[in-house]
């Protein structure tokens, strides 16, 4: 109770390997979760540098009856432990193909997570085309943004597989750009279009420290490529323009507006053109 509402906390038992008996627990939670159809998707605009608004990222939301609203910080990695996540990653582009055929505006792009276990499965391809099929999406309005919390096991097929990918319109990204040491081997190996700057970069940024140098050499670096560049968690005026001035593509935070369910999005967009 201490740590207030919305935050769950489980029972360790000290003498009993505390992590593995909560992980276990929360893993089979969200199992039962997806099987009752427990999630959510809210969606997070992400500013174009000409201010043009025409894209989202998707982000799960589980709320529990019994267990509250639980992070997918947490839920996600529990869920990658096992091959769940596979199927929630399904779920999610199948619905993100459901909303976009709601939009009018055809020219909106929506971003897609997919832990790198979801990459990696064989029937990513079958699955993908399947929804897209389905609601008659068109590929080029849709990004894969690969995350990088596991490591990459069958190199060769993978690689492969993102190219087909690419041909048939999707983009990739590299999101959580930086945060894991295999960032580099990525950008190295994948078919990429452009990567995301993760928050933990941009919180601290100022004109003259550290973290903005390394920020303006991952951007360097990335020009280079001919790559674009997202940057995630932008919450001050201060940090978007040294950002923009700092050649960022696209930028994607609270200054603009939280996740939101896709109820919503219009008014955020009327909100963001005010700003
Ligand atoms: P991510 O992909 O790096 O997503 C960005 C996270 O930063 C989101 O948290 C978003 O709400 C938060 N954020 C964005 N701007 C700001 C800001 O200005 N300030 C602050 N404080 N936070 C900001 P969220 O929604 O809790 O998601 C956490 C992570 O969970 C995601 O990180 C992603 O790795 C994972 N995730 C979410 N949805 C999915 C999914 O459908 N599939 C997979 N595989 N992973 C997902
Ligand atoms: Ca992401
Ligand atoms: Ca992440
Ligand atoms: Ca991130």
């Known amino acids: 109770k201490s740590k207030g509402r919305n935050e769950i906390c489980f029972y360790e038992d000290q003498k009993n390997q505390p992590e593995k008996l909560v992980q276990s627990r929360l893993e089979s939670e969200v199992s039962k979760a997806f099987d009752r159809d427990e999630f959510t998707l809210y969606f997070q605009p992400i500013i174009q540098g000409d201010s043009s608004l025409v894209h989202y990222e998707a982000l799960i939301r589980w709320h529990s009856p019994s267990l509250g609203t639980v992070s997918p910080e947490r839920f996600i990695y529990a869920a990658e432990q096992t091959d769940l996540i596979i199927q929630i990653d399904y779920w999610v582009f199948d619905q993100v193909c459901k909303y976009l055929a709601r939009f009018s505006d055809k020219s909106k792009k929506v971003s897609v997570n997919l832990s790198l276990k979801t990459v990696e499965s064989v029937f990513l391809e079958e699955q993908l085309m399947s929804s897209i099929t389905r609601y008659q999406i068109d590929p080029n309005s ?4 690969i995350t990088e919390h596991s490591i990459m096991r069958n190199t060769a097929e993978t690689i492969a597989k993102l190219e087909r990918l690419k041909r048939c319109g999707f983009s990739i990204v590299i999101d959580d750009f930086g945060v894991s040491n295999a960032s580099l081997n990525h950008l190295r190996l994948l078919p990429v279009d452009k990567i995301k700057i993760d928050k933990l970069f941009i919180d601290n940024i100022k004109s003259d420290n550290k973290e903005w140098k390394i920020v303006e050499s991952i951007v360097l670096l990335a020009k280079t490529l001919g790559l ?19 050649n960022c593509d ?3 935070g609270y200054l603009f507006s939280k996740p ?12 963001i053109k005010e700003l």
């Open 142 to 145: 849709i990004e894969l943004e």
């Open 228 to 246: 674009r560049v997202t940057v995630e968690g932008v919450e001050t005026k201060d940090q978007y323009y040294l950002l923009k001035n700092g």
């Open 250 to 252: 696209e930028f994607q």
């Open 260 to 271: 939101v369910p896709f109820d919503l999005i219009e008014k955020t967009e009327t909100n």
